[in-house]
């Protein structure tokens, strides 16, 4: 499972995520953007100051997004024996 991973699962951190955070922060921007929140379609419509509002908006998002996956990620881990907590595993023994 470490090598399909690339080497992640044994030296885990937030970095370990990549881009994929802010990806799916960008994705969620443009179709809220996308008259589904009028303030963020206005933004869009403001020209350039409008788009680097809309940018930094997007990137706490993917901020927020990237801490939701660590955290999944790692219970998941823990769950499934991959981690140890406390020098003891997590199935109990």
């Known amino acids: 499972?470490?090598?399909l991973g690339g080497g992640g699962l044994s030296t885990?951190?937030?970095?370990a995520l990549g881009?994929?955070?802010?990806?799916?922060?960008s994705i969620v921007m443009q179709?809220?953007?996308?008259?589904?929140?009028?303030?963020l379609a206005r933004l869009n419509k403001q020209?350039?100051?409008g788009r680097v509002k809309v940018e930094k908006i997007t990137r706490l998002?993917?901020?927020f997004i990237a801490i939701?996956?660590?955290?999944?990620i790692s219970m998941a881990m823990i769950s499934s024996g991959y981690v140890e907590v406390n020098g003891m595993s997590?199935?109990?023994q």
């Open 47 to 49: 020209g350039n100051k």
């Open 68 to 72: 939701l996956q660590a955290i999944a």
């Open 61 to 63: 998002v993917a901020i």
């Open 1 to 3: 499972m470490n090598m």
């Open 19 to 25: 881009v994929s955070p802010y990806i799916t922060a």
């Open 90 to 92: 997590s199935g109990g």
């Open 12 to 15: 885990f951190s937030i970095f």
């Open 31 to 39: 179709l809220l953007s996308a008259d589904v929140i009028p303030p």
